[in-house]
């Protein structure tokens, strides 16, 4: 495989046929120091990725892995890195590089090295669920403060120049894999500090929601709630209101906005110089500031390089959770909150001009309750015809409901302009319109998750009388439907049963 064969044109993924092309995979993310951040996965692993359909994978770095003395690399990591790398290169799937982490450090979760975790004194107490400790702790606050500010680390460096140095030399390293298309430059940044701030201003929104509809509340007595996840829930009734929801998430905007365009745009600014000065061709893909993935509109910038130019090669790489997110509830994620957080998400997308991937969605794990939720997002991304990662890969995924979700029939890539598409696993279905452009040399590709029982008779294709060809995949019961290209208008495919 080409990394460089997946490129931006305008708002889409191609190929460097000029095929449309949409990447949909999963997160890989070893977050254990016991183990060195090294996952246990072989070929069988990355064969299942394949045999689902899938073509891509998040897969996650740890700066703390790289970098677990100030200005010292850790090359046996790197090179583990690579190992994996190259297996997933076996199995035809492409990689993006995901500088990850949570609660900043791996003195709290994971990412920056303990040497570049400063608290001020403050110290670290895990809440009832891990997330809310971005919120309520000083400890994980006063980190991302530090690191916003470039602080100077032991050696006098600004940690945030330790950051950017070691993507650049993880980049120095790895960027001429094959399979590699790009670099994911931050997981969930986070506002630090002034999170209490937008708390206050969350909080307050949401207290005068519910005095306009239940009477007097206290903000302590709504502080303490969130802390009680029983409680919590009960609170988050509220917000099944979708124009209630848009008043609390909203209400931060101000300072969150302020915090994209002027920090976080800046720190992606440097980091994408960087790793430009050795890759000018991979895809830089831009997350959101943390609040972002629940609906708060992002006011991130394009990367610019030096003279003002709008890198070519960028994508927006938002995630979309509900609030109900890494808790037991997950089950309860609401259909309209959901479809909120990603028309903000395409709001955001369009404005940008770029490809959307939505880097993470699901955290469904192996819940049997989920089914349902997953396949309401999966319409949602078919809808706006953008691409994923679902957060994250086990071996045994196949066996939850939400794997209804995950695997799903979708155009791997398309002959011209995809126009839209949807696969109805329930029945069996999978229609699919787009406009063809006859001199790409290479046909449309779908992949479909079961093509044990499909006959002529289930397939229609415009103009009528087009070939196809219909190639199983060994050891599964999902296959590649293949269209060659005839022609320089709208073509139409419709598969019935299965």
């Known amino acids: 495989m080409d990394g460089n064969s997946v490129r931006v044109q305008g708002n889409r993924f191609v190929d460097k046929l000029g095929r449309h092309v949409l990447l949909h995979g999963v997160n890989m993310v ?22 689902w359909g899938m073509n891509v994978i998040r897969f996650g770095v740890i700066w703390d892995g790289i970098e677990p003395e100030a200005g010292a690399y850790n090359d046996l990591y790197i090179e583990e890195l690579r190992r994996l790398i190259q297996l997933a290169n076996k199995f035809g799937l492409f990689v993006f590089l995901d500088m990850h982490q949570d609660l900043f450090s791996a003195d709290f979760g994971d990412g920056a090295p303990v040497w570049a975790t400063i608290t001020d004194g403050e110290e670290y107490e895990p809440g009832e669920t891990w997330s809310d400790a971005y919120l309520f702790n000083g400890a994980v606050q006063k980190s991302f403060d530090h690191f916003w500010n470039n602080t100077p680390g032991p050696d006098g460096v600004g940690i945030q120049d330790h950051f950017i ?44 929601c519910y005095q306009r509809k239940y009477g007097e509340i206290d903000l302590n007595q709504l502080y303490s709630a969130f802390s009680d996840p029983k409680e919590k829930q009960t609170y988050f009734s509220l917000l099944d209101d979708p124009e209630t929801y848009k008043e609390v998430v909203d209400a931060p905007s101000t300072v969150l906005q302020s915090f994209e365009k002027k920090i976080l745009s800046e720190f992606y600014r440097k980091a994408a110089y960087a790793i430009r000065s050795i890759d000018a061709e991979r895809i830089l893909f831009l997350e959101t500031n943390y609040f972002s993935n629940l609906g708060t509109s992002s006011m991130i910038q394009p990367v610019l390089d030096n003279n003002g130019n709008k890198d070519p090669q960028q994508a927006y790489s938002p995630h979309s959770y509900d609030v109900v997110v890494d808790s037991d509830l997950a ?52 809808r706006l015809l953008c691409s994923d990662t679902y957060w994250s890969y086990t071996d045994d995924m196949d066996q939850s409901s939400s794997f209804l979700g995950i695997q799903r029939a979708y155009p791997i890539a398309v002959a011209g302009t995809l126009l839209q598409y949807r696969h109805e696993d329930a029945i069996g279905t999978y229609q699919m319109k787009w406009e063809e452009t006859s001199v790409i040399g290479a046909p449309t590709l779908i992949y479909l998750p079961d093509i044990r029982n499909f006959k002529e008779k289930d397939i229609s294709l415009s103009p009528e009388g087009s070939s196809y060809v219909l190639r199983k995949m060994d050891d599964s019961d999902g296959g590649y439907l293949e269209i060659p290209p005839i022609t320089d208008s709208i073509r139409s495919l419709v598969i019935v049963g299965r």
């Not at 996952?39 to 990725?49: A, M, Q, S, V």
């Not at 120095?172 to 994911?184: S, W």
């Not at 309860?332 to 997308?349: G, K, P």
Request: hydrophobic share 35%.
């Open 331 to 382: 089950h309860t994620a609401n259909d309209r909150r959901l479809e909120f957080i990603f028309e903000r998400h395409e709001e955001t997308r369009q404005r940008l001009d770029m490809p959307m991937l939505i880097g993470e969605w699901g955290a469904f794990y192996n819940s049997h309750k989920t089914g349902h939720v997953a396949l309401h997002i999966k319409r949602l991304m078919e």
């Open 30 to 51: 070893c977050k254990d120091k016991s183990v060195h951040y090294v996952g246990d996965w072989g070929e069988k692993d990355f064969y299942n990725l394949k045999k």
């Open 165 to 208: 140095q070691a993507w650049a030399y993880l980049v120095e390293k790895l960027h001429m894999e094959p399979n590699i298309i790009g670099y994911d430059l931050f997981n969930e940044p986070f506002i630090g500090s002034p999170v209490q701030q937008v708390n206050e201003q969350i909080f307050t929104a949401f207290a005068e």
